[in-house]
Nanobody, 124 residues
């Protein structure tokens, strides 16, 4: 059974940091590019960041570039999102997802597997 278990969300003040984790199982982790997406209340889901199979390929939304860092640990089948300088507009449910793509991609429709999400709330 494929599972993507996101964790690490919480409540933080603006300017603070959080580190999201995503534990993957049930598929060959190294064969998939992995991404983070988020959805705020009343808004559409949006791309945040993605990392390719080899971790050499990364892609960020302009809104998080320079503040967020995506990484993966193939030995542990884990994906991470380090979020610094958080802003209230970063408040959303964050989801990890996997796609059998070599390179990082922002296209949500390409992602086959999705996790259940973790809530991030940034107070002003």
């Amino acid at each position: 059974e494929v599972q993507l278990q996101a964790s690490g969300g919480g409540l933080v003040q603006a300017g603070g940091s959080l580190r999201l984790s995503c534990a993957a199982s049930g598929f060959t982790f190294d064969d998939y590019a992995i991404g983070w997406f988020r959805q705020a209340p009343g808004k559409e889901r949006e791309f945040v960041a993605a990392i390719g199979q080899s971790a050499d390929s990364t892609y960020y939304a302009e809104s998080v570039k320079g503040r967020f860092t995506i990484s993966r640990d193939s030995a542990k089948n884990m994906l991470y999102l380090q979020m610094n300088s958080l802003k209230p507009e970063d408040t959303a449910v964050y989801y990890c997802a996997a796609t059998k793509s070599t390179l990082a991609t922002r296209h949500a429709s390409w992602y086959e597997f999705w996790g259940q999400g973790t809530q991030v709330t940034v107070s002003s």
